[in-house]
């Protein structure tokens, strides 16, 4: 399985959880890895994104409360979510891919450019 989930969980709002996402040596090397949710009843959404340079994308409703990072010596991503709130209830997604061109290659906090998920991981945030 190229990409493992794990950190998912309940916490009231205001809490914290940090996720991870476990990766075969073949995925973790692709340009891209990235965060995304579902909400039940919608169509899912980019939450963060990181290059291989370690450089980051976050999507507004996450920016200044989740960090995503990368730990090369273990192929894992992870990704700390703070100030938790009942929004972001849903299911976190792990992805990997190429990118998308544009001129140069980019990391986009949409799907485009994500070739391979995982399986996901849940996240419940209560009021």
């Known amino acids: 399985v190229p990409l493992v989930e794990s950190g998912g969980g309940s916490v009231q709002t205001g809490g914290s959880l940090k996720l991870s996402c476990e990766a075969s040596?073949?995925?973790?090397?692709?340009?891209?890895m990235g965060w995304f949710r579902q909400a039940p009843g919608t169509g899912g959404e980019g939450v963060a994104t990181i290059d291989t340079y370690g450089g980051t994308r976050y999507a507004d409703p996450v920016k200044g409360r989740f960090t995503i990072s990368k730990d090369n010596s273990r192929n894992t991503l992870y990704l700390q979510m703070n100030s938790l709130k009942p929004e972001d209830t849903a299911m976190y997604y792990c992805?990997?891919?190429?990118?998308?061109?544009?001129?140069?290659?980019?990391?986009?906090?949409?799907?485009?450019?994500?070739?391979?998920w995982g399986q996901g991981t849940q996240v419940t945030v209560s009021s």
């Open positions: 040596g073949r995925t973790y090397s692709t340009y891209c």
């Open positions: 992805a990997a891919g190429a990118g998308i061109w544009r001129g140069y290659w980019a990391c986009s906090v949409h799907k485009d450019g994500y070739s391979t």
